[in-house]
């Protein structure tokens, strides 16, 4: 009898899978989940130690790690960008925008309630918030308006405000996509990169009371900048050492530097500007010149492919299993003891997050599971009845 493998490799809707936007995937959800981590231990660990030891340089790096939720939205950008650049530009199949919104919902949505409501029981049973609270906060998560409705984040998992944030990018990727329809090549870049610039600015000078899409639109243009070059540039390229070197220096460049560097009037708009760049250097080379081979590995892949159910479950595990876990002291060596406490936490967030997305995540990445669940409920009545 031939066995059935356990397979983690995501499932793509056009079969065309592109192993370094995965292998960058893992890079924004390790930097989101470490920049949690170290939050978390920072703050709960009040034990003494008997030694010190200096770990600016890390810390300078582990305190950006936020930076991973644009990471998150410029990967977004290309992915949802690439089928209606590939129509504009390549005369491809035209997108059908009911089966795009259809995609959407049951691709995303299922691991999204399930997690969401399962959080919501458990702050409710721990006493950590009471009912009406509870389902106040999951109603107004479900249909992606917490930050709006309670101007703030989800009360019942704090990092839901991106993927509110991602929602709005999905509703307006038919409309922003007929930047792809300007046939010349250079007025079609020039046209996405004012269109970047323009967004930026908004973001720079407007001060909603509430996180909205135009705080974080720039960010996904990049993603169809990168789509154009991606489409266009496609003769075979040849990677270089030069090459390799600017991508690794562009993503340390993006983790270790920050506005404080920018003191000067207007140095936090240039900064801004800075990093956008940054962050297009490094994706052109690793997409498209496929720099680094480290973002195409199996195990990094993996991962990275199952960022979004880690997303969803990474915070609640730190919560829920660091406070206890902190009670205790390994080690009188400061070190030693962060080290046991994020091994631990980091590991106990693989393992539970595996499980989900290989039982809920990447059954629903299959765009014909609706069909075949109401196939396969189906023939249970039939047999019931028979």
């Known amino acids: 009898m031939k066995k059935n493998k356990i397979s983690l490799t995501r499932i793509t809707s056009s079969g065309n899978f592109i192993p370094e936007i995965d292998g960058l995937r893992f890079i924004a959800i390790i930097s989101v989940v470490l920049f949690h981590l170290f939050g978390f231990i920072s703050e709960k660990d009040n034990h003494t130690y008997i030694s010190q030891i200096d770990f600016s340089f890390v810390t300078k790096i582990l305190k950006h790690g936020d930076l991973g939720v644009p990471l998150f939205f410029v990967l977004s950008g290309f992915i949802l960008g690439l089928p209606f650049a590939k129509h504009h530009i390549k005369d491809g199949k ?78 307006l990727v038919p409309i922003l996509s007929l930047l792809f329809s300007v046939k010349n090549k250079n007025k079609r870049r020039i046209g996405i990169l004012t269109s970047i610039v323009i967004a930026n600015l908004v973001s720079y000078y407007t001060n909603l009371k509430f996180v909205f899409i135009s705080d974080y639109l720039h960010y996904f243009l990049i993603g169809f900048l990168l789509v154009d ?3 266009e540039d496609n003769t075979e390229k040849q990677n270089t050492i030069l090459r ?22 207007n140095g936090k708009l240039i900064w801004e500007l800075l990093l956008l760049s940054l962050i297009f250097i490094s994706y052109y080379n690793i997409i498209i010149y496929k720099s680094l081979a480290f973002f195409s590995s199996k195990i990094i892949t993996n991962i990275g492919g199952m960022c979004y159910s880690i997303y969803l479950l ?71 009845l028979f």
């Open 244 to 265: 390799s070197s600017i991508s690794v220096l562009s993503l340390l460049a993006l983790f270790y530097f920050d506005e404080s560097y920018f003191t000067f009037e």
């Open 314 to 384: 990474h915070f609640a595990i730190i919560s829920f299993v660091g406070n206890p876990l902190l009670q205790i002291r390994f080690s009188e060596n400061e070190i030693i003891n962060t080290s046991i406490y994020s091994i631990i936490l980091l590991v106990t967030i693989l393992i539970i997050s595996t499980i989900f997305y290989l039982i809920i995540e990447r059954p629903c990445m299959d765009k014909y599971w609706p069909t075949k669940l109401k196939n396969y409920v189906r023939r249970i009545f039939d047999r019931e």
């Open 94 to 171: 035209k997108v059908n925008l009911k089966s795009y919104f259809y995609r959407r919902i049951t691709r995303l949505e299922p691991p999204y309630i399930i997690i969401m409501s399962i959080l919501s029981i458990a702050v409710v049973y721990t006493n950590k918030m009471q009912i009406m609270e509870g389902i106040n906060s999951l109603l107004a998560s479900l249909v992606y308006s917490h930050n709006i409705i309670f101007n703030d984040n989800s009360f019942i998992n704090v990092v839901a405000w991106s993927l509110e944030i991602e929602i709005q990018f999905y509703i």
């Open 229 to 231: 070059y991606f489409l």
